[in-house]
Nanobody, 124 residues
Framework: QLQLVESGGSLVQPGGSVRLSCAAS????????VAWFRQAPGKEREAVSC??????STQYGDSVKGRFTISRDNEKVYLEMNRLKPEEAAVYFC???????????????????WGEGTQVTVSS
């Protein structure tokens, strides 16, 4: 059973940067579709960044383009977040989907395994 554990969430000032990591226990991630979602209180979960299983297809939410970068290696998924805004405070979740999701997908229903999330707070 694949288990995902996120880390790196913290309190950061507006305009600051945070790097999130998501570790998969005993599982190689380099052939799977991966993604980061976030959910703020009272809001729906939204896709932040997605990476297809091929590794060459990415998709970013409109509000994070140019500021966030998703990447992965054999064991972890990363989300580099720059120039953070207060409204981006949320619990950030990583998700893993099938090896057959070659093109990046932002629909959470495409993802089978989920971590428990890590809190990012953006405040001065």
């Amino acid at each position: 059973q694949l288990q995902l554990v996120e880390s790196g969430g913290s309190l950061v000032q507006p305009g600051g940067s945070v790097r999130l990591s998501c570790a998969a226990s005993g599982f190689r991630l380099d052939s799977y579709a991966v993604a980061w979602f976030r959910q703020a209180p009272g809001k729906e979960r939204e896709a932040v960044s997605c990476l297809g299983s091929s590794g060459s297809s990415t998709q970013y939410g409109d509000s994070v383009k140019g500021r966030f970068t998703i990447s992965r290696d054999n064991e972890k998924v990363y989300l580099e977040m720059n120039r953070l805004k207060p409204e981006e405070a949320a619990v950030y979740f990583c998700a893993v989907g099938s090896i057959y999701i070659v093109q990046a997908r932002s629909d959470p229903r495409e993802y089978t395994w989920w971590g428990e999330g890590t809190q990012v707070t953006v405040s001065s």
